[in-house]
């Protein structure tokens, strides 16, 4: 457990000093997920305590967002001068952004597959 | 008050104790109504969490910035969490690599669809230039969007709140969108989750399985680099060409 942990802070660690010495707009833990995986690609999968360990992190993933979320407080005055707007671009474009994935890649997907399907 | 109970209060809000206790008070009942709820799309922990939250604050008249003293703790595992990312990602590499031309467009496609439908709704129903700055990342996950949103000239802090709403709403109706749309393939209804809601819609994908997870996490990562590396340039284009 706490060797796993130590090692996701210093691939966080790692991530943050690139991101920051190359001036990229990409947040370090993002380079910390990409090296950490390619590290897994070359050195063959993750050992059982770092499995378990960011399983248990995973798992309550959800938690993580409370503190941010509740910042909601802060903005009383804006909200209720523009709740409509801001609703109404939220629902929508939400949900135009999961049916145009999910059409998209399901079209490419299946089309994969038939094709594959008539060669064979 | 008593002079003694005004003590305890003194020392109370003072010490981060009470915002991170709170935090995760608050969490444990919003996932047992959850649980309770048979992991219903619509008693999503982080709303309930934070309807629970906000009310102690609101009646209690605490400020934000005492309460997030204590919560920054849990807060702060959003870093190394990102990072475990790449354990389910490597568990899924060979059906991801197999996918990787479709996931590509597909990628493109939803990223672009996310922002620039977030902009325009909120620009055709009069929301002001700051607000719809802060739309246009809120499909990406929370550090990345408040980045974009700063070099776009919105307010970082109102992006965080935007994005987690985003998370909330992608959580609560996917379900029902992939219904409608016949879509039953965990790779696909991970992938349009992690896109659209980053990793409220991926921490949902995982308590439906794995693959989505893998594939929700997937997304979430490169949604979040796609928009980093885009939106500053496209978003002064959008407006110059479509703006009032």
Do not use: C
Request: aromatic share 8%; no cysteine; net charge positive.
């Amino acid at each position: 457990m706490i060797a796993a942990l130590t090692l996701l802070l210093v691939f966080q660690l790692i991530g943050e000093v690139i991101a920051r010495a190359l001036a990229l707009p990409i947040p370090g833990p993002v380079i910390g997920m990409a090296l950490l995986f390619l590290t897994l690609l070359v050195r063959g999968g993750p050992g059982e305590d770092l499995r378990q360990t960011a399983g248990t992190l995973l798992q309550h993933l959800s938690l993580l967002f409370v503190p941010a979320g509740t910042g909601i407080v802060l903005y009383g005055d804006r909200l209720a001068n523009e709740w409509l707007p801001l609703l109404v671009a939220l629902v929508a474009s939400t949900a135009l952004a999961i049916i145009v994935t999910a059409v998209v890649l399901q079209a490419l997907t299946r089309r994969r597959t038939s094709s594959k399907g008539a060669q064979q | 008050m008593t002079p003694r109970l005004e003590e305890v209060w003194v020392y109370l809000s003072a010490t981060p104790l009470l915002g991170l206790t709170l935090t995760l008070l608050a969490y444990h009942a919003a996932f047992r109504i959850y649980q309770r709820a048979g992991f219903h799309p619509i008693a999503n922990p982080v709303l309930l969490a934070v309807t629970m939250l906000a009310s102690v604050l609101l009646l209690t008249g605490t400020p934000y910035q005492t309460y997030f003293d204590g919560a920054q703790f849990v807060h702060f595992l959003l870093g190394p969490a990102t990072v475990a990312l790449a354990i389910p990602l490597y568990a899924q590499w060979p059906r991801l690599k197999a996918m990787a031309a479709p996931l590509a467009i597909a990628l493109v496609a939803g990223s672009l669809t996310a922002a620039l439908s977030a902009w325009s709704i909120g620009a055709l129903l009069g929301a002001s230039r700051e607000s719809l700055m802060s739309l246009a990342p809120k499909s990406v996950t929370t550090p990345i969007a408040m980045a974009v949103a700063e070099r776009l000239g919105g307010l970082p802090s109102l992006t965080a709140v935007l994005v987690i709403s985003t998370g909330i709403l992608g959580a609560i109706g996917a379900r029902y969108l992939y219904r409608w749309l016949h879509i039953s393939d965990p790779a696909v209804r991970g992938f349009a989750i992690g896109l659209a809601s980053h990793g409220i819609g991926t921490a949902r994908a995982f308590q439906t399985g794995e693959q989505a997870g893998a594939f929700a996490a997937l997304a979430m990562g490169l949604n979040g680099l796609v928009t980093a590396l885009s939106l500053p340039w496209i978003m002064p284009w959008v407006e110059r060409l479509l703006g009032r």
